[in-house]
């Protein structure tokens, strides 16, 4: 029996089809993250990543008092059990009653453990009249099941300064 183009075509079909499927299968998956953020008049509110095997943390940057208050779920009970708070009017040496103009986004950075263990992601904070940017780290940890009672204060990292501050013209 002699094979026509057609059903040469059909043979190539399924053995692509089958080649593929194979191929995704063995193909290393990566899962589709999306880190938010969003903002009103008076505050600044983002989620960011905690590291392998974590659920994501949450932070919101209150405009009115300067600080930052953030929780960090547990993969394993689905409650907070790690919170965390940080005064950034203190180290942008800014007066809140001033009324500052922040901005803040999360971005990820696999910072080396040590003694801090920090999570997979930073917190970058801008503010303009001071014209810098300061980058926080968080401490987690993976196994914790236990609330922390006492907030865990953030990590800076380091700084630049996007604009010569407007309190020294």
């Known amino acids: ?54 659920a994501e943390a949450v932070f919101v940057l209150d405009f009115l008092t300067g600080r930052i208050v953030g929780a960090a779920l547990s993969a394993q009970t689905g409650k907070f059990t790690q919170i965390y708070q940080h005064n950034v009017a203190a180290d942008f040496k800014v007066d809140p009653q001033k009324r500052p103009h922040y901005v803040m986004i999360s971005g990820r950075a696999d910072l080396p453990r040590g003694r801090s263990n920090p999570g997979a992601s930073l917190i970058y904070v801008g503010e303009l009249t001071s014209g810098l940017v300061l980058t926080y780290a968080f401490p987690y940890q993976v196994n914790n099941r236990n609330k922390v009672t006492s907030p865990l204060p953030l990590l800076p990292v380091d700084q630049f300064r996007f604009r010569q501050s407007m309190a020294a013209q």
């Not at 059909?10 to 692509?16: C, S």
């Not at 080649?19 to 009103?40: C, M, T």
Request: glycine content about 14%; charged content about 15%; hydrophobic content about 45%.
């Open 1 to 54: 029996m002699k094979l026509n183009g057609s059903d040469n075509r059909t043979v190539w079909l399924i053995a692509g089809l089958l080649v593929g499927l194979g191929l995704s299968y063995f193909w290393p998956h990566e899962p589709v993250q999306a880190i938010g953020v969003d903002r009103a008049d008076e505050f600044s509110m983002l989620t960011c990543e905690t590291g392998l095997g974590g």
